[in-house]
């Protein structure tokens, strides 16, 4: 890898400190392994997202069934990189309240009220099982999720710099569960499908050993801020919006909104334009992962799916009709259907260079 690309800019970090960092994030991804077998895209996700944070965004949802690694995955990530870390287990009874705080005896009183700081106040907040929540309960999420910050009594408080929801939801056609919401999807940046192991992988889940391991502290809090916030202003900022990466991520945005399996009243809807942000958030955080200078179109297009599946339904007749159910027309699962009409945007977009 060349480590002396970057020099182009007037950085506050040099050539040498970037490379060590991209090195200590390929040693955080080999200590995450220890525990985590397979899963790559999944903690390729979250620290990206971690990356993030600076810019406000960096919450991640993940869909799978229960016993895929999810929760494992997230705790594992939290330890390695030394963050706070707290499970909030999807439940009906969940008030919006329950996130803010508990009346215990111990803590502080706030306005007469015995405060003991509820499970929003941390580095990482897993949701576990988000869609066993009720909408009045997401509702609570999204003051969150969108401003790091909560209010109690009519008083602000803030989050923090380093804080992630990662949430789990179980598939739609579980028993038990609501659908998340569309607002509170929007402020999710990647939706993430974790997929049953393959032949290898489970072999390897199944023999292993079940003892948890010692994990080593390879990241401090201060230093993710501290790169977070250099990533942002080096990369996410010098994409203005006549750049060829903003172009094609519009383009992007424009087809999915125009896609003929995709009409008002036929239960589609539109890509948000917050996914768009935040595809162009990712996409500086994989470029500088990358040892890139500038963003690349590959770098925009390995995180468009995830960006866009979450705020992007589709019509399940009209996507049928237009072919994309293949020989399994409605057998086809309406996540497949929607990631195939993604791909097939994506590989019907070029990425011009502003100068042709």
Same mark, same amino acid.
């Given at each position: 890898m060349n480590t002396h690309i970057l020099s182009k800019r007037n950085l506050s970090f040099t050539d040498e400190e970037a490379e060590d960092f991209r090195q200590k994030v390929l040693k955080i991804k080999e200590e995450v392994h220890k525990e985590i077998i397979g899963l790559d895209e999944s903690i390729e996700g979250l620290i990206v997202a971690l990356l993030a944070g600076y810019s406000g965004r960096g919450h991640v949802i993940f869909e799978a069934a229960p016993g895929r690694g999810k929760t494992l995955l997230i705790n594992v990530l939290a330890r390695v990189m030394d963050l706070k870390f707290k499970r909030l287990q999807g439940t009906p009874d969940w008030e919006p309240s329950d996130l803010l705080y508990s009346q215990k005896v111990e803590g502080k009183t706030i306005h007469g009220i015995v405060f003991s700081e509820g499970p929003i106040f941390t580095n990482i907040l897993l949701a576990d099982e988000l869609n066993r929540n009720t909408q009045k309960f997401q509702a609570g999420l999204l003051d969150a999720l969108e401003e790091k910050m909560v209010t109690f009594e009519n008083e602000p408080r803030n989050l923090g710099p380093i804080f992630h929801v990662f949430a789990t939801q179980n598939p739609i056609e579980t028993a038990g569960t609501y659908g998340v919401s569309e607002a509170l999807m929007d402020r999710f940046m990647f939706k993430i499908f974790v997929g049953f192991p393959t032949t290898e992988e489970l072999r390897q889940i199944i023999a292993r050993d079940q003892v948890p391991k010692k994990l080593n502290v390879l990241l401090a809090p201060a230093e993710l801020t501290k790169w977070s916030k250099l990533i942002y202003e080096n990369y996410t900022l010098n994409l203005k919006p006549n750049s060829t990466p903003v172009r094609y991520i519009a383009d992007i945005t424009e087809r999915a909104y125009y896609h003929p399996a995709k009409k008002?009243?036929?239960?589609?809807?539109?890509?948000?334009?917050?996914?768009?942000?935040?595809?162009?958030?990712?996409?500086?955080?994989?470029?500088?992962?990358?040892?890139?200078?500038?963003?690349?179109?590959?770098?925009?297009?390995?995180? #468009? #799916?995830?960006?866009?599946?979450?705020?992007?339904?589709?019509?399940?007749?009209?996507? =049928?009709?237009? /072919?994309? /159910? /293949?020989? +399994?027309?409605? +057998?086809?699962?309406?996540?497949?259907?929607?990631?195939?009409?993604?791909?097939? =945007?994506?590989?019907?977009?070029?990425?011009?260079?502003?100068?042709?």
């Open positions: 008002e009243g036929e239960g589609g809807e539109s890509p948000s334009v917050r996914a768009g942000e935040d595809l162009k958030i990712a996409a500086g955080v994989e470029a500088f992962l990358g040892g890139r200078d500038k963003v690349s179109q590959q770098d925009v297009k390995k995180w #468009i #799916i995830p960006a866009f599946r979450g705020r992007y339904a589709i019509s399940k007749r009209l996507a =049928i009709e237009f /072919g994309y /159910g /293949g020989e +399994k027309g409605e +057998k086809s699962h309406l996540n497949h259907l929607t990631d195939s009409v993604l791909a097939d =945007i994506i590989n019907n977009t070029p990425f011009v260079p502003k100068e042709v």
